[in-house]
């Protein structure tokens, strides 16, 4: 559920940004076109100094309206709700394999389901060659190996 919600978090984002861009102000220093991405970039630019208060109350109104725009589209096609959605089930994800760590396994099946857990959770991709993935992976298929001797006929 996680990764079907990243997913979809990150095509409206996408969309988003192409449609409307990043909120952003523009404004030229030094002879240069500088594109600031927060009002914080902004006020660290253009400081406090008297001389620049026309410029960055000029890039503070040009952020708000771009930022603005962003906020009318997202509320449009859900970017920041699908984000929220997302941020739901990666905690209960969490909580999840929080409550699955203090369980204790009764079979090997059990313990192959907790290993099996920790792999999708943590590996980044299924082939991740990188310690301790191909290990976890390893006993995962000897737990399987011994289930198949044990089990009658």
Request: hydrophobic share 40%; aromatic share 4%.
């Amino acid at each position: 559920m996680t990764e079907r919600l990243c997913r979809e978090q990150r095509r409206l984002e996408r969309k988003l940004a192409e449609t409307i861009g990043f909120p952003s102000a523009t404004i030229l220093s030094n002879g240069e076109s500088v594109t600031l991405h927060s009002l914080k970039e902004i006020r660290e630019l253009l400081g406090v100094d008297p001389i620049d208060s026309a410029v960055r109350a000029k890039a503070e109104a040009d952020f708000a309206a771009h930022q603005a725009h962003w906020d009318a589209a997202d509320r449009e096609i859900g970017y920041s709700a699908a984000m929220r959605a997302e941020h739901e089930a990666a905690n209960r994800a969490e909580a999840l394999l929080e409550e699955l760590s203090e369980t204790a396994a009764t079979t090997l099946a059990g313990v192959a389901a907790k290993l099996d857990a920790i792999l999708k959770e943590g590996q980044s991709s299924e082939d991740d060659a990188e310690f301790p993935w191909p290990q976890i992976r390893s006993a995962i298929e000897d737990i399987a190996g011994i289930s198949r001797q044990r089990e009658p006929g």
